[in-house]
T-cell receptor, first 114, second 111 residues
Framework: NAGVTQTPKFQVLKTGQSMTLQCAQDMNHNSMYWYRQDPGMGLRLIYYSASEGTTDKGEVPNGYNVSRLNKREFSLRLESAAPSQTSVYFC?????????????FGPGTRLTVL | DQQVKQNSPSLSVQEGRISILNCDYTNSMFDYFLWYKKYPAEGPTFLISISSIKDKNEDGRFTVFLNKSAKHLSLHIVPSQPGDSAVYFCAASDGGYALNFGKGTSLLVTP
């Protein structure tokens, strides 16, 4: 039981390049989330998916797109990376959107945009 | 605009003593609060939560206290252990799915 897995663990991009961050969970959770954490900041929600087939914007969605590929997988895409997107990205999942349901986090992807 | 504030970036405590981590919030609509713990190179893990209908919640060595009038909550760890050394995030919810996180407090428990 791996929980929430994320790939890659580290990535360096040049400004303007694109990439997709992958996330998968094996807990049969309905809801999934993407957060970013900047130095000295708390986690901020980028996008979330309440259930398979649905996605919605969070607090900081600009510059990102997401795909809920199936119940297990939720990917985050940067179409044209900018230095301001240098951050650590965390994927999380929970049984559903009810805030009483614990969110389980992946280990994170550390992204640097030069 | 930071609605959840953890004003102490770091805290150092001796093993066996009490660790007290503080959190303040500004949004009076917040009614559910959580603490997450994060080790380096790992994702946050849920530690303990409290609803606004309570003023205290305990789970083993961890107790969270909520003072609604002061918009303040605190996490007490007794006794502190070296394995508790981590970054602790306070988070709050106003009833929706989104969690508002503080910046975190780095706790160091020294032997």
């Amino acid at each position: 039981n791996a929980g929430v897995t994320q790939t890659p663990k580290f990535q360096v991009l040049k400004t303007g390049q694109s990439m997709t961050l992958q996330c998968a969970q094996d807990m049969n959770h309905n809801s999934m989330y993407w957060y970013r954490q900047d130095p000295g900041m708390g986690l901020r929600l980028i996008y979330y998916s309440a259930s398979e087939g649905t996605t919605d914007k969070g607090e900081v969605p600009n510059g990102y797109n997401v795909s809920r590929l199936n119940k297990r997988e939720f990917s985050l895409r940067l179409e044209s990376a900018a230095p301001s997107q240098t951050s650590v990205y965390f994927c999380a999942s929970s049984e559903n959107l009810d805030r009483n349901n614990e969110q389980f986090f992946g280990p994170g992807t550390r992204l640097t945009v030069l | 605009d930071q609605q959840v504030k953890q004003n102490s970036p770091s805290l150092s405590v001796q093993e066996g003593r009490i660790s007290i981590l503080n959190c303040d919030y500004t949004n009076s609509m917040f009614d559910y609060f959580l603490w997450y713990k994060k080790y380096p190179a790992e994702g946050p893990t849920f530690l303990i939560s409290i609803s606004s209908i309570k003023d205290k919640n305990e789970d083993g060595r961890f107790t969270v206290f909520l003072n609604k009038s002061a918009k303040h909550l605190s996490l007490h760890i007794v006794p502190s252990q070296p394995g508790d050394s981590a970054v602790y995030f306070c988070a709050a919810s106003d009833g929706g799915y989104a969690l508002n996180f503080g910046k975190g407090t780095s706790l160091l428990v020294t032997p």
